[in-house]
C-alpha cells in the first residue's frame, strides 16, 4: 500500500516516515510547499490546496494519507486569510481527491489541542469535550475533524484525527508556532544560546515528545475502525507541565549554565493564544486504543539530545 505523507519535509513529518521506513514500508511519498529531499522516499513539491497533486498518487489502489500540512498557531493568527487558504483548502483538495478516487483511502489527520478553548481553556479535556477553538488555527483544526468524521460517515475515506499535545523537542530554526518557546526553552540553551520565554512561569501545557508523537500519528492509522465509532479524533497521550517544572528539567540535564540562559519576557499576544489551550488531558481513550505515553519530561528531553547526538 502506498503512503503519502503531506508536510512531510517537516521535523515531525520526517520522524513519521523514518518510522515508516523502519517498519518495512518502501513505497512513501512525501508531498511538502518547498524543495527538499529525504532519504529513502519520493518527494513532490507542490500547494495542495492549489495544485492536483494527489489524482495521480491516489489512482493505482487503496493508500494510507497522513495529513500534516499546516499553518501553525502564531503563523495562522498572524495571517487568518492565508491559513484558512491552506488548512480547510489543502483538506477540502485532498477529500475532493479521495471522493473522486476509485479506492477508499485512509487518512489521518494531525490535529491539536487548540480545538478546544473557550470555557475549557486551561482546564481538563478529553475525546468527547466540544470544540471551542480560541484561536484561527484550533478553528481550522476542528472544522478540519468535522470534515474527517463527515467524509468517512459518507465512506469517502476511512479517517481518523489525531490530536496532537505541543511537541517537544524540535530541532532547527523556531517556527511560527504560538507553543515554540517550549522547545526553544530546551534546544537554544543546551546548545548555549538565549531563549525567550514569552508567559509566565505558572504556565500549565500539555506536551508530549516528538518521537512518541511521531509513532502515536501512526499507529492511529492501525486502529480497528470499528472501534473508533463516529467520532473519529482520538487524543494522542501527552502529560501537564508548568514552565517552572520545564525550567527545573533543563537544569537537571543542562545544568546552571543552561537555565541561566532562558530569559522570561512577556508577550501578551503569546501568552493569551497559550492560555486558552486545556492545562490537562484525559488520555484514557488513547491510551485504551493502544497509544502510547512518555513516562515523564526528563524523557522528552533526552530523547531530543541523543536525536541532535547522533
Known sequence: MRIIVTGGGGFLGRLLI????????????????VETTIPGCQVVQGDLAHDQILPDLLKDGPCTIFHLASVVSAGAEADWEHAIDQNLGG????LEACRHSAHVHK??????????GGATAGGEVGDFIKQTPSGTYGTT???GELLINDATRKGHIDGRSARLPTVIVRPGAPNAAASGFASGMFREPLAGVQSVVPVSEETIMVLGSAQNTATCIRLVAEI??????????VG???????VSEMLEVLEKVGGPEARSLVKLDYDAATDELVQSWPATLDD?????????ADPNLESMVLAYMKMVNQ
Not at 523514518?18 to 510547499?33: C, F, K, P, T
Not at 483538506?91 to 485532498?94: G, H, N, P, V
Not at 487518512?107 to 478546544?116: E, H, I, N, R
Not at 484514557?284 to 502510547?292: H, I, M, Q, V, Y
Open 18 to 33: 523514518e518510522g515508516l521506513q523502519e517498519e518495512g514500508e518502501d513505497d512513501i511519498v512525501a508531498i511538502d510547499v
Open 91 to 94: 483538506m477540502l483538495q485532498l
Open 107 to 116: 487518512v489521518v489527520f494531525a490535529s491539536t489541542l487548540a480545538v478546544f
Open 141 to 143: 483544526k476542528a472544522v
Open 224 to 233: 480497528d475502525s470499528d472501534r473508533l465509532g463516529h467520532d473519529r479524533a
Open 236 to 242: 494522542v497521550p501527552g502529560l501537564s507541565a508548568t
Open 284 to 292: 484514557a481513550r488513547g491510551r485504551e486504543l493502544g497509544l502510547p
